[in-house]
């Protein structure tokens, strides 16, 4: 009861704080605003808070206590949701309202709030512009007759769009102080709108650049100040060179080049912060605490996630498949918990000592206790790399096999097992894009085995592969799903072979003989490795974010009142606007050397304190016939053709029951659309109500096996 009272109290204060962040953003471009808060900066100038201290706690604190709050209630959150009736009117939201190849899959949510996003853009442009033409007047000095500064003035008005969408951009690739959990939605999933926000960011940019430049060239007025580093104001020379920065960022990120050079999208992307200290030097301190939220945040996010994955541990052994798919079995910590479709990120210094790759978990926790799995298909150069480092220790001697040090980042997973909530689970994988289902699936028949939930969903798995032989993927769950009647683990599998064709062969004879080929690679270990311990707990990473804050602002006020000269009269133009800049560069390096010093004690501690690790080889698996014969039987297997979802979907509800059903899709874009399509049919939209009680109702789901 207490809790549940805590964490209603919490949600109130989330949503109070960033309600209040939000009218910020709308009331900003207002006159009357504008002179509020001219007279507030005047006000606090003459105090030790400053006017800085004041943009500080008013811009950028909100967002960051929004973090902090968040952090705790996901710290008290139960992991196993409560079941609600009334899914129905959630269920018409989120399912897909929008299916395109061009757009992807868009949810009403989605739509929803990418309209008030512009509706947003559009009335702080409307403002700011009508203030603007109302007191426009020719310029003599720049030579500009009246549509050239009204030009100009739009120019400068895309600016402040582009600072708009900068606020926003680094929220959604937040890991661990991720606000977007709040929300249920995880980082693979979000990382989509980082790409909506930075290409609409920088399509405002250019724009705002492109045509300033025109103005000064139509005016003779570019020599004189755009290769020039002002000493007070906007530094034209830093917007230029930001500008150029994030135009060679987006292009290295556009999928032709991220998916066939990953290397050179990576390493590209890393010109961030670059990009973020001009936009600084550019736009100036009062408006750079405005994007600071996220950018803070993030800097917080990076540096912890860094701090976590210093800690080498070793592949403890690893499941060779015939389809080109390694598992790799890794130590983990005893108290490190996970919930299903957890991914971590994985770095291998041996082929890259900067590139992390996402993968996702397929073990459980609630089986696993010293050991957690990933399965990664050998596509990219990065993965074939790794498939030959192992096969290469495959062939070496077997009594001296070496140890292959890895670094891991993670895991990250959503706070609570929303699946349960469903009555029936329809499971779509294609290919490699089983991995996320393969941690359900065991989460679920532990569960079974030991009664922890009351109720637990009836599952029907698709799974759609080019070739028999990609069948072995299945090998993790088959001891636990395939030994066991449908009726007791509550599991029907169907699988579709596409490109072969074969006549009177079973699940069972498929998977046994395939089985029969996986090969298990154990390695050595070193005596001074660490098992994953995973991230610290939430509660921890609330302390951090709350604490950081003030330390910053401690910093910013000392250096301020040290460097900046304390007149009565004394305005900040009469000192280089590049200093303020760098004072609030400085005090935000100090307050990272501070939580370095302090996360890596406590890390270092903790690391300590651990118990020794337990390191268990990695059998190979085993699968009886006698047992497996009669549970197999029950389960299907299609060769030469594609799933019928339209099929699958009008006999699912006969088949397994129950009016709510979740449907969870992970696979080709093509495979998501197709589902994403009979969903949006089957629910007809946004429509909820009495017509559909009677009516099965399919809550769609996209998932993400990797970035």
């Known amino acids: 009861m207490a809790r549940t009272t805590h964490l209603a109290v919490l949600k109130v204060l989330m949503a109070l704080i960033f309600a209040a962040w939000i009218s910020l953003w709308i009331l900003k471009p207002t006159q009357l605003w504008t002179r509020k808060w001219k007279a ?398 393969l941690s359900i699936l065991q989460e679920l028949v532990a569960a079974q085995n030991s009664g922890r939930y009351k109720f637990l969903p009836r599952m029907q798995l698709i799974f759609a592969v080019k070739k028999a032989q990609d069948i072995c993927l299945l090998n993790s769950i088959s001891p636990l799903i395939f030994n066991q009647p449908t009726e007791k683990c509550h599991l029907k599998v169907k699988v579709y072979v596409t490109q072969e064709e074969q006549s009177s062969v079973t699940v069972r004879e498929v998977l046994l003989n395939e089985s029969s080929r996986v090969q298990t690679i154990n390695f050595g270990i070193k005596s001074s490795i660490y098992p994953v311990t995973g991230l610290e707990s939430p509660l921890w990473m609330a302390a951090i974010a709350g604490i950081s804050s003030i330390l910053f602002l401690i910093f910013l006020i000392i250096f301020n009142h040290i460097f900046i000269p304390s007149q009565k009269n004394a305005t900040k133009e009469k000192t280089p606007s590049s200093v303020v800049d760098l004072l609030i560069i400085c005090s935000f390096i100090t307050v990272l050397m501070c939580i370095i010093f302090v996360a890596f004690i406590i890390r270092r501690r903790r690391l300590k304190q651990q118990s020794p690790p337990v390191f268990q080889k990695g059998k190979a698996l085993e699968i009886s016939p006698t047992e497996a014969r009669d549970a197999l039987e029950e389960h299907e297997i299609h060769f030469g053709g594609r799933p019928n979802f339209e099929d699958i979907f009008a006999k699912f509800p006969n088949e397994t029951g129950g009016s709510d059903v979740g449907v969870l899709v992970c696979g080709p874009e093509a495979m998501k659309e197709s589902v994403a399509s009979i969903c949006q049919h089957k629910c007809g939209g946004l429509k909820v109500g009495a017509n559909n009680k009677q009516k099965a109702n399919f809550s769609f789901h996209s998932l993400n096996f990797a970035l």
């Open 40 to 437: 507030a900066e005047d006000l606090a100038r003459p105090t030790l808070f400053g006017y800085y201290g004041l943009n500080f706690a008013v811009y950028t604190f909100p967002l960051i206590a929004l973090a902090t709050v968040g952090s705790i209630y996901l710290n008290l959150k139960p992991r196993e949701p409560i079941r609600r009736e009334g899914r129905r009117v959630i269920a018409g939201f989120s399912n897909p309202l929008v299916v395109n190849s061009l757009l992807g899959i868009l949810s009403s949510i989605e739509i929803v709030a990418v309209f008030l996003f512009m509706l947003f853009l559009a009335w702080t442009f409307y403002v700011r512009i009508a203030n603007d033409f109302k007191k426009l007047k020719p310029d003599k000095a720049l030579k500009l007759n009246l549509w050239q500064l009204k030009y100009l003035r739009v120019a400068t008005r895309f600016g402040l769009l582009a600072e708009a969408c900068l606020a926003f951009l680094l929220l959604p690739v937040l890991r661990g102080l991720s606000v977007f959990r709040l929300l249920g939605i995880q980082f693979e999933a979000s990382v989509r709108y980082h790409i909506w926000l930075g290409t609409t960011m920088l399509f405002c940019a250019t724009f705002h650049g492109v045509s300033t430049l025109f103005i000064w060239g139509v005016s003779h007025y570019i020599q004189d100040e755009a290769w020039k580093w002002q000493n007070t104001g906007r530094i034209y020379l830093a917007g230029e060179i930001c500008l150029v920065t994030g135009l060679v960022i987006w292009i290295t990120a556009l999928p032709q080049i991220r998916r066939k050079k990953f290397e050179i999208f990576y390493y590209t992307h890393h010109l961030y912060m670059v990009f973020l200290v001009l936009f600084l030097f550019h736009a100036g301190d009062r408006h750079f605490y405005t994007v600071f939220p996220g950018i803070f945040l993030f800097g917080l996010d990076k540096l912890l996630r860094i701090i976590q994955s210093r800690s080498e541990t070793c592949i403890l052994s690893a499941r060779v498949f015939p389809s080109k798919a390694i598992e790799l079995i890794l130590p983990k910590d005893p108290g490190l918990k996970y919930t299903p479709t957890s991914v971590l990120f994985l770095k291998v210094p041996s082929i890259s000592k900067y590139q992390w790759h996402s993968f996702s978990i397929i073990s459980s926790s609630s089986v696993d206790a010293n050991s957690m799995s990933i399965l990664i298909k050998s596509e990219g150069s990065w993965t074939s790399s790794l498939s030959n480092l192992i096969q290469t220790e495959q062939k070496s001697d077997a009594d001296h096999m070496k140890c292959i040090p890895v670094a891991v980042e993670g895991p990250y997973g959503p706070a609570t097992m929303e699946f349960l909530r469903y009555d029936s689970l329809l499971l779509v994988a294609g290919g490699i894009g089983i991995t996320p289902f």
